[in-house]
């Protein structure tokens, strides 16, 4: 067998964790291999709106062993609290859930730089979540980091104050540094709690699953365009949310990988700084977030949302390898009499490309679109893909003609049972 990778294609907030629910059936095992809590997968079923952040989004299918892998950056704190509220629902999560002793631990201090890093850059600040992630991974990067499998060792406590200490050498700013007094406790709390969960090697047994002939998904959290090295730099994320950090993330080969599932929305959205070529500043763009009810899941920020961007989507396509496409909520777009898809983009000097350019934080770029005609489709009774309108068949057709990769997966709606399944898997 073959780990097949789910992955957002664009900025983050595509609907992976829905697309992870409804393909859960088909596998033994899911698996989460980078990220933090940054993420923010949004499942809905029987009438409940669930938000994963760390736990994989397999959770909800109970005969399936749900991996938090080694590229995982692991907040003990809201671990234990997503756990905890997973149980109010009568979900014991702890009975399928592992987690890499190889994760890195986010600590209290690493909110705390977070916070004093984007405030020193002003004007200039990335859009960060203020989690801690990047700090995580410049500690895991310089290697001084404190992972999962450390807090079975007695020298712990001594290792861990030892970093908080450097961590706190570095911040010049008391109001933000005293605030260790209040994060502290809590955390001790958490780690106590993670210490009893199911802590393991995480790439054994992902390995030895796929010696058993089991069925593997690994998912990823944010968006390919929000990659360390492919994103728009340095508006980004600080792993690599491609497929390749599939493999350094879970410890798999890559001639372990088999579909690579790529998820899009058939608008464009982004959180945060960055540039954002088709971002709509009118009323259109309003509609579309209103539509949509696009606010992070995670911070509760107001998406920026934007016509579908295809130079952007081919490129992510390209270096993912991706097999098939999954196009998410194209309910959003109904009742536009005209939809619009950047096809190319006009540059500074006057020229066109239909490539991705290097550099598209400093160098202003002006969408190329074609139009196309709206739909004002709802999810057919029949969930028949032949049943919804010639006019979303072309929108789904000009897409696939363009990029060269079959959708697969039309979503109408947040559901799982909002889901038309073109082709079968």
């Not at 669930?50 to 397999?58: D, E, F, K, Y």
Request: with cysteine; net charge negative.
């Amino acid at each position: 067998m073959k780990v097949d990778v789910l992955l957002g294609l664009q900025w983050g907030d595509e609907g992976k964790g829905k697309v992870v629910d409804y393909l859960a059936t088909k596998y033994k095992v899911v698996a989460r291999f980078q990220g933090g809590p940054n993420a923010g997968h949004t499942l809905e079923f029987d009438g409940i709106k669930h938000v994963l952040h760390q736990i994989p989004s397999g959770i909800f299918r109970f005969d399936i062993k749900n991996i938090v892998g080694n590229g995982v950056v692991l907040d003990p704190v809201i671990f234990k609290k997503e756990i905890e509220e997973l149980s109010e629902l009568g979900l014991d999560a702890t009975k399928n859930l592992y987690v890499s002793r190889k994760a890195q631990l986010i600590l209290p201090t690493h909110r705390l730089l977070d916070a004093y890093q984007e405030k020193l850059k002003g004007n200039k600040k990335i859009g960060s979540t203020l989690k801690g992630i990047g700090p995580t991974y410049q500690d895991k990067i310089g290697r001084q980091g404190l992972r999962i499998g450390d807090t079975e060792m007695d020298s712990f406590e001594e290792r861990y104050q030892e970093l908080r200490d450097k961590h706190l050498s570095i911040i010049k700013d008391d109001g933000i540094s005293s605030k260790i007094q209040e994060l502290e406790p809590q955390f001790y709390e958490a780690i106590d709690y993670v210490r009893t969960l199911q802590l393991i090697d995480s790439e054994y047994l992902i390995n030895e699953e796929l010696d058993k002939k089991a069925s593997v998904l690994a998912e990823g959290a944010q968006g390919s365009l929000l990659d360390v090295d492919f994103g728009s730099y340095p508006f980004v994320t600080s792993s690599s949310t491609m497929v390749s950090g599939a493999c350094s993330g879970l410890g798999v080969a890559p001639s372990k990988i088999g579909e690579v599932f790529g998820v899009f929305k058939a608008y464009c959205t982004r959180v945060g700084s960055g540039p954002f070529p088709t971002e709509l500043f009118d009323e259109t763009g309003a509609q579309l977030r209103k539509q949509g009810h696009e606010f992070g899941a995670t911070t509760g920020r107001p998406r920026r949302c934007g016509w579908l961007d295809l130079p952007a989507l081919k490129y992510a396509i390209m270096i993912n390898g991706v097999t098939q496409l999954f196009m998410m909520k194209a309910d959003v777009l109904a009742g536009f009499d005209t939809i619009k898809v950047c096809v190319g983009y006009e540059l500074e000097d006057g020229s066109t490309t239909d490539k991705l350019p290097y550099d598209l934080v400093n160098q202003s770029v002006k969408p190329i679109y074609k139009e196309l005609i709206g739909w004002n489709d709802a999810m057919p009774s029949s969930a028949n893909y032949d049943d919804i309108s010639q006019s979303l068949k072309d929108y789904v057709q000009f897409i696939e003609n363009e990029v060269g990769v079959p959708i697969k997966i039309v979503s109408l709606g947040p559901d799982r049972s909002e889901t038309i399944i073109r082709v079968c898997l």
